[in-house]
């Protein structure tokens, strides 16, 4: 089974704070995806890569950057975490290149409170 | 764009009911369509995903969702419900091509309530 992994489960942090999410997966995918859910707003992509060193802009990329330096890591920072970033942060992982490429399978979640 | 509309925000229905959880999409090509659930606390689980092929898909837990074309529309259904069903229920369409390769396209969810 593929195993997406999330480095907390619960995150307290103040503002003004750096807040790194990590993201591990264990079935070689290419396709790593941060998301943030809100009651009501459903997952909105924040920023997601297809490669090694490669990523894009999704939605709501504001407030928010990315690092990929090994296939199997995504890594969501938060350079100065602010209260409206309180939200469950959700990471995905795909292949690529094959007819199941967009299955994404999810980690459990971090839930960020920003005070 | 790429979109996903799920007009029902709030269902609630009795143990041992049928269900069904409607999704239409929007996308200028054959979409690839799937259904995920989310337990209180949870990350997403795949239901069920369509591709090509049959229009209606079988899925894990019971459920089954049919790909109507013509109606632009995923709708997910099961023939009993169980009180362990409760959770929230996401549509999500594929995209393809250039720089959106591998992305999905999220409803807003649907929150399904079950009485005992």
């Known amino acids: 089974d593929v195993k997406v992994t999330q480095s907390s489960r619960y995150l307290v942090k103040r503002t003004g704070e750096k807040v790194f999410l990590e993201c591990v997966q264990d079935?070689?995918?290419?396709?790593m995806f941060w998301y943030r859910q809100d009651p009501g707003l459903g997952l909105r992509l924040i920023y997601f890569?297809?490669?090694?060193?490669?990523?894009e802009k999704g939605d709501i990329p504001e407030g928010y950057s990315v690092s990929r330096e090994k296939k199997e890591r995504f890594s969501l920072i938060l350079e100065s975490a602010s209260t409206n970033q309180t939200s469950m942060y959700l990471c995905?992982?795909?292949?690529?290149?094959?007819?199941?490429?967009?299955?994404?399978?999810f980690g459990p979640g971090t839930r960020l409170t920003v005070l | 764009a790429q979109s996903v509309t799920q007009p029902d925000i709030h269902i609630t229905v009795s143990e041992g009911a049928s269900l069904e959880l409607r999704c239409n999409y929007s996308?200028?090509?054959?979409?690839?369509l799937f259904w995920y659930v989310q337990s209180p606390g949870q990350g997403l689980q795949l239901l069920l995903k369509?591709?090509?092929?049959?229009?209606l898909v079988q899925g894990i837990k019971g459920f089954e969702a049919e790909f109507k074309r013509s109606q632009s529309s995923f709708n997910l259904r099961k023939p009993s419900v169980h009180w362990s069903d409760a959770a929230e229920y996401f549509c999500?369409?594929?995209?393809?091509?250039?720089?959106?390769?591998?992305?999905?396209?999220f409803g807003r969810g649907t929150q399904l309530t079950v009485w005992p």
């Open positions: 995905a992982s795909s292949l690529q290149g094959a007819i199941n490429t967009d299955t994404q399978y």
């Open positions: 079935m070689d995918h290419e396709n």
């Open positions: 890569s297809y490669d090694v060193k490669m990523k």
């Open positions: 996308y200028g090509a054959t979409p690839y």
């Open positions: 369509y591709f090509s092929g049959d229009t």
């Open positions: 999500a369409v594929g995209a393809y091509g250039g720089s959106t390769l591998g992305r999905l396209y």
